[in-house]
């Protein structure tokens, strides 16, 4: 069959699917793009060519295509995906953000940046980098370190082998994340012979592998021995589908379950053996008993700096057993490994361990006190005042079920929603927290809307994450999917504003301020209305003055099915919102000298922290 590279592509992309547990999804369920002269005479004329065969997404910049593809991705359990084309040049490079993101949460996306001539005939070309002493470079080549698995199309034949490779990693659950696949743009527009078999339908097994007899032996036998045993579940618990057999693991041993930002939502906010989130955003409930651990199961979590406390938060003496699809983190923190699925391992530590369960009297009395925390921050003491923080989150709280789902990534609200929100489903926490990527809500959304028609999805932003990257609100009215945008407006970076305070930075460039005659930003707020904004892109805007404002306004979005935006005017950044303080450190290196007094407290602050952090071998 005679086709271009760019039509084979398209073509092959459209017969491939993932399988897991007898269920089967496209791989590739519909491609974004933004056109320029680097693929729109050729990935561009392919998807003229076979629109039949492949769904088309307009967008309006690159990264925030990126993230609505992993918001789909997401959704839709690792088991569909997107893929995205960009022109060269700036195109490609705008990819590099959201490749990065995708990479680090282990979530596929399937990237098509155009490139240079493979024949160059002509030196440079139209946004070409040049690199002196190495031709064959091309800005793509930044989207290598981010990358899953890379190559540049420079043969028609070579399509044969990439194809294969990519459409592999990206269905493969250990080693799944951003896939590129580099077109020069004459090769995309090149006609070659391909062998029929190269487009018939394959089918690509989503593996659960089940764990080595001598690691879940060890496992078992470390988890026997615990007199205070706690699981850490991340978010390897939502990709498996494991919920179901966390509970049953939790409830048949009497175990206490605190989540990731990744894993909330595993277990209902209200089960008896969950303790909340864990770590620096995490509940008293979850830190306490991580303090006084003997053994730590951890279950699909990678244990970074916010979950650790950056490495403070377990005693030295803890000893930890990792369950996890991927060698690479079932080994850290010294642990036992299991390497297995997530749902195969908890389900062979469920039968393993047997047993009466251990009593959650260690626990409950203590975690019935943090939500009585949730409710005095969620109290609205008066309807008729403006809100702060965490009263909008307790607003919301009040009107969503189990169908609604939250979507943020950045700023303040990610540590109030780990420590406060209830998730009612699986999959109403969406927060990413693995990049904690400003602009990642709104595209994101509009990837989790294509993957869960007909459910309410709100997009949880502050201001200046809106300003990072407001312009698929436009993709949302052109599609004509009912975003739910929830702009929180205090006037600057809150949440850096009070690091920057806490590490002696004294908030210097966090507020949205006009310069004083001194210099200093400590003038009047910006006269800047980001609700006049969304409506001139196409959403219907929603002021609320009032708690009671709100509370109408939060129902008119939910019902609403147009693109709608809820601009709500909050406390100043220095207010407190109300919600608990952090209940484990983090660490931020501080200046180790400094002339100004605030600086100076702020490191001895520091130094009593730091000598609490250990490495567990």
């Known amino acids: 069959m005679r086709l271009t590279v760019a039509q084979a592509l398209v073509r092959f992309l459209a017969a491939q699917y993932t399988e897991r547990d007898g269920a089967r999804h496209r791989l590739i369920a519909a491609t974004w793009g933004i056109f320029g002269h680097g693929n729109v005479a050729g990935i561009g004329q392919a998807l003229v060519e076979h629109a039949d065969l492949m769904p088309f997404h307009q967008g309006r910049n690159e990264q925030a295509m990126v993230h609505a593809a992993v918001g789909f991705a997401r959704q839709s359990g690792r088991l569909s995906a997107h893929a995205v084309t960009t022109s060269i040049g700036p195109g490609a490079t705008n990819l590099v953000t959201g490749a990065a993101l995708a990479t680090i949460n282990h979530l596929p996306v399937l990237l098509l940046p155009g490139d240079t001539f493979a024949t160059r005939p002509a030196d440079p070309v139209l946004q070409q980098l040049q690199v002196p002493y190495a031709g064959e470079v091309s800005v793509n080549d930044c989207l290598r370190p981010v990358s899953r698995y890379f190559d540049r199309i420079g043969r028609p034949e070579a399509l044969i082998p990439a194809a294969l490779a990519a459409a592999r990693v990206l269905a493969d659950p250990a080693e799944t994340g951003a896939v590129t696949l580099a077109l020069p743009q004459d090769v995309q527009a090149e006609a070659h012979d391909w062998p029929e078999e190269f487009f018939a339908e394959r089918v690509w097994t989503v593996r659960r592998p089940r764990p080595d007899a001598a690691e879940l032996d060890a496992a078992v036998r470390a988890v026997k021995a615990a007199e205070r045993p706690l699981i850490v579940a991340g978010g390897g618990v939502k990709h498996s589908g494991a919920e179901d057999a966390l509970r049953e693991l939790a409830e048949r041993a009497g175990l206490p379950v605190a989540t990731t930002q990744a894993g909330k939502g595993v277990l209902p906010y209200d089960h008896p053996c969950d303790v909340g989130g864990i770590g620096h955003t995490g509940t008293s409930t979850a830190n306490s008993l991580a303090r006084t651990s003997d053994l730590v199961l951890g279950v699909g979590t990678r244990h970074t700096d916010f979950t650790t406390a950056s490495g403070t938060l377990f005693p030295p003496d803890a000893r930890f057993v990792n369950l996890n ?275 100076v407290k702020a490191r001895e602050e520091y130094d009593r922290h730091v000598i609490a952090r250990r490495r567990h071998l």
């Open 325 to 599: 699809i991927t060698g690479f983190d079932a080994h850290k923190q010294a642990a036992l490994p299991l390497v297995a699925d997530a749902r195969e391992g908890l389900a062979a530590l469920a039968r393993a361990l047997g047993g009466p369960p251990r009593t959650t009297a260690r626990w409950s009395s203590a975690h019935h006190h943090w939500q009585e925390q949730v409710d005095a921050a969620y109290a609205v003491p008066d309807e008729d005042a403006r809100p702060t923080q965490t009263q909008v989150l307790g607003v919301l709280d009040t009107l969503v079920d189990a169908t609604d789902i939250l979507i943020n990534a950045a700023g303040s609200l990610p540590g109030d929603l780990h420590r406060l929100w209830r998730p009612r489903s699986r999959d109403q926490y969406h927060v990413e927290y693995g990049y904690s990527c400003m602009g990642y809500e709104i595209p994101a959304a509009l990837g989790v809307l294509l993957a869960a028609p007909g459910r309410p999805v709100w997009a949880l932003v502050g201001d200046g994450t809106y300003l990072m990257n407001p312009t698929e609100i436009v993709t949302a009215v052109q599609e004509r999917l009912p975003l739910k945008l929830l702009i929180l407006q205090n006037h600057g970076y809150a949440s850096i504003g009070g690091l920057s305070e806490a590490v002696g930075a004294e908030r210097y460039g966090t507020d949205y301020r006009h310069r004083a005659d001194d210099g200093s930003f400590t003038g009047p707020p910006l006269p800047v209305d980001l609700g006049a904004n969304a409506a001139s892109l196409g959403m219907w805007v929603l002021r609320p003055r009032t708690i009671r404002d709100l509370r109408e306004a939060l129902v008119d979005a939910r019902a609403a099915t147009v693109p709608t935006c809820v601009y709500v005017e909050t406390e100043t950044p220095d207010t407190v919102s109300g919600a608990p303080p952090a209940q484990a450190w983090w660490d931020v290196p501080v200046a180790e000298t400094s002339t100004r007094p605030s600086a």
